[in-house]
Nanobody, 119 residues
Framework: QVQLLESGGGSVQPGGSLRLSCAAS????????MGWYRQVPGKERELVAA???????KHADSVKGRFTISRDNAKNTVYLQMNSLKVEDTAVYYC?????????????WGQGTHIILSS
């Protein structure tokens, strides 16, 4: 069994920075893409940033220039560096990973971590 363990959430003032981490633990699977999503009450979960195993990145327009996704394949860990945070970044942030298993793939989600922007 494998699970994703997120850390780094919390409360921060607008303009501040946070770094989220998400590590896959348990059975050692190969991992394809890894990503960060966020969700606020009443809205659909949206992609914030994604990165494949080769390091190719994609960021949502709303976070370009402020957030940076990265990963350490040796540690099966993905990071999200968030700078210049805005009130509208308040959400629950979820880590996701594509688990590769014997020719099949399936998505795995973390439990979510809260980011609260407050002045």
């Amino acid at each position: 069994q494998v699970q994703l363990l997120e850390s780094g959430g919390g409360s921060v003032q607008p303009g501040g920075s946070l770094r989220l981490s998400c590590a896959a633990s348990g059975r050692n699977y190969n991992i394809g893409f890894m990503g960060w999503y966020r969700q606020v009450p009443g809205k659909e979960r949206e992609l914030v940033a994604a990165i494949n195993s080769a390091g190719s990145q994609k960021h949502a327009d709303s976070v370009k220039g402020r957030f940076t996704i990265s990963r350490d394949n040796a540690k099966n860990t993905v990071y999200l560096q968030m700078n210049s945070l805005k009130v509208e970044d308040t959400a629950v942030y979820y880590c996701s990973a594509e688990i590769l298993d014997a020719g099949r793939s399936w998505p795995l989600w973390g439990q979510g971590t809260h980011i609260i922007l407050s002045s």
